[in-house]
């Protein structure tokens, strides 16, 4: 069955220290991973996906599918990262039946 | 062009209560679904839609109906409502989950079951 683990349900960081939050994933099929996040009081959003490859608000993540693993890092932390983190794994059998998992998530606070 | 909205914001209930939770994208987004988020539980999927008509069930179905008329609207019914259905709910839609397209939350509801 596919699952998404976020081992670490709280993390603590300096400003200007790096960050990685661990995203471990398990599926059979060919898997889709997505970072979302939740700033306080703010909407769950998306913050990158692994398809696209990019860097959003200096974070990157790269989906290492030895490791079945797609975690997020940023090399200097900002206090305005402070967040909650969820990864997600898009999964489906064909057709229009996709469904997105989450992780339950990581607090990040980043403190000054 | 306001996203997805979701309405109440608050809501309590007593137990054995019925109520339905509104959610409503002007996105043209053919796939809608429902999370709760529970702490130390992340999101976990209720119910989910591909298109008017068709709904489907999640992780956590039990207790909560749903059904899609129109491609804005994906209502959440909670039959009679239980102390475990304290939680906040979010909507969410996309184009479709076929490729990679973001999800747009709602702002959420708290409901409370006493």
């Known amino acids: 069955a596919q699952r998404v683990t976020q081992p670490e349900k709280l993390l603590s960081v300096f400003k200007g220290a790096p960050v990685e939050l661990k995203c471990n994933y398990s599926y059979s099929g060919s898997p889709e991973l997505f970072w979302y996040v939740q700033y306080s009081r703010q909407r769950l959003q998306l913050l990158l996906r692994h398809i696209s490859r990019e860097s959003i608000k200096g974070f990157t993540a790269d989906l290492n599918k030895g490791e079945t693993s797609f975690h997020l890092k940023k090399p200097f932390a900002q206090e305005e990262d402070s967040a909650m983190y969820y990864c997600a794994l898009r999964w489906g059998s064909g057709g229009s039946n996709y469904k997105l998992t989450f992780g339950k998530g990581t607090l990040l606070t980043v403190n000054p | 062009n306001a996203g997805v909205t979701q309405t109440p914001k608050f809501q309590v209930l007593k137990t054995g209560q019925s109520m339905t939770l509104q959610c409503a994208q002007d996105?043209?987004?053919?796939?809608m679904s429902w999370y709760r988020q529970d702490p130390g539980m992340g999101l976990r999927l209720i119910h989910y839609?591909?298109?008017?008509?068709?709904?489907d069930q999640g992780e956590v179905p039990n207790g909560y109906n749903v059904s899609r008329s129109t491609t804005e609207d994906f209502p959440l019914r909670l039959l009679s409502a239980a102390p475990s259905q304290t939680s906040v709910y979010f909507c969410?839609?996309?184009?479709?989950?076929?490729?990679?397209?973001?999800?747009?939350f709602g702002p959420g509801t708290r409901l409370t079951v006493t």
């Open positions: 839609s591909v298109g008017a008509g068709i709904t």
């Open positions: 996105m043209n987004h053919e796939y």
């Open positions: 969410a839609s996309s184009r479709h989950l076929k490729r990679s397209y973001e999800q747009y």
